[in-house]
């Protein structure tokens, strides 16, 4: 496919292999976690390297989002390690996580609807004290989006679904993020807007931060990543890099509807 | 028609009493979805300390917000941390029954303290009056509805331009977002418990002044407050000022155009005429954002 060929040439850069023994960026260790009586995840193991852009997929219900939620410490895991750079995270409070360099642009793209543009990025950098790298990062993202650049002062909510999208990463950009953690963000959206937002995700992890992408769209995921995960039903039960797994048939047919 | 306007004037000025007090309880509906049946416990709680601050120490019970309020801040604040917090996501039933428990205790306290008999707090203008173009205004109720509305405006500040009021508004809308934004949720929702417990302690003071009470009194008010915030619409600070500007007008053209035996009862019939056309309220809105995801 034409749209696949370009995708395939705006991939994110080989990852630099790390020196033996350096901690990826990120890491899950065999984490499990439920919701009530709902096992959710059954011993899920991965890492992002450094510099690296990962794809998790799977189909609904899979439990990509739970994953995201595990890492960012909105969902405490009842078993197994959550390692930021090496050092567990898996106890810490979602503020926490944030402060330590960890951003989520959540899924159906959360934005706060009744604040400005301006507003919703503010507050993207929180937890941060300071202030001066604060501006260079709206700045920045103001480079990547500039779309939200000329909606700052509109109320978050009256945006487009794709306007929202963006700011939903933009937010997650304030915080100055080692990780990135996207979940689903072509949702809902049409074609057009799903490449350009492709695009600048490749972007955001050619300036350095490693990105863990959720996604249901497999072909645009394994189009910009590095490597992949397939969850299925809480386990993870493929791992490759993301040409072995587009070469893949079972991923083929269960994922890229190539039969 | 001088008549009329009077009554207006003075209906708008309970309504701000009204509002400062309601604006408390739906902030704390709004971040944290308690509905805190002790708001007007606090409210009489507060009326008890500035009646023992104004007849032992002489001080003017208006003036005396300033003490009042931080005080009583500081009880919702440990409020929060030992009671509230515990509870914070079970369901909304038990939060009533514990916040009834709560109120209950209260009442308890204050009649320990202060005994079971009427209170009135009686600063030397409480019988006086403005008269100006035929328009005859009671200085008690000039001067309460005046300082309510400035401490309104004082919290619609904080929320509106701090960083604090916009971690609160985040925090309302979508604690999930919030936390992943780097607020902490929990910590914002002790600061908005203890700041809507001291909007009722300003206003407690206020309404001290304007009418004798007794502990058992908080009954009433959270009746009313309850009506007050469900018409405005749950949560939606806007509604609550609305609604109860609502009352304070309902109530006061019924006792004087009415009966004063009314005034209590005609505006329970709006809210509920209300109700049946908006079962949201007047602004408020059918589901937070986030009831829809998860
Ligand atoms: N809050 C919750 N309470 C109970 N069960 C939940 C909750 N959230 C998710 N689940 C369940 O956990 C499992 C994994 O859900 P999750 O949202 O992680 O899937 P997903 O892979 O992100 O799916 P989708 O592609 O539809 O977003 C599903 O069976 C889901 O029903
Ligand atoms: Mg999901």
New binding site residues.
Partial sequence: MEDDARMARNRAPESVHPARGEPPALELRDVHAS??H?H?LKGVSLHVSHGEMVALI??????????L?TISGLLRPRGGQVLLGGSRIDHLPPHRVVALGVGQAP?GRRVFPRMTVAENLDLGSFARADRAAVEADIDRVFRLFPRLKERLRQKAGTLSGGEQQMLAIGRALMASPNVLLL??PSMGLAPMLVESIFRTIVEINRQGTSVLL?E?NALMALGVANRGYV?ES?TIVLADTADGLRNNPRVQKAYLGIA | MMQLIQNLVLGLLLGGVYALVAAGLTLIFGVMRVINIAHGAFLILAAFITYSLWSALGIDPLLAILVTTPVIFAIGWVTYKTVIAPIRTAPMASTVLLTFGLALVIEGVMGTIWGNSSTAIRPGYANESFTFAGLFMPKAQVYGGLVAVLVLLILGLILSKTWLGRAIRAAATNPASAELVGIKVAAVAALVFAIGIAAAGAGGAIVGVLYPFVAGAHYQWIARLLAIVVLGGMGSLNGAILGAVIFGVAETLTAAYVSPSWATAVPYAIVFAVLVVRPQGLMGSRLREDAVA?
């Fill in positions: 919701y009530g709902i959710a799977g189909a609904n219900g899979a439990g990509k989002s739970t994953v939620r899924e979940d689903e959720v249901q969850l809480g | 998860t």
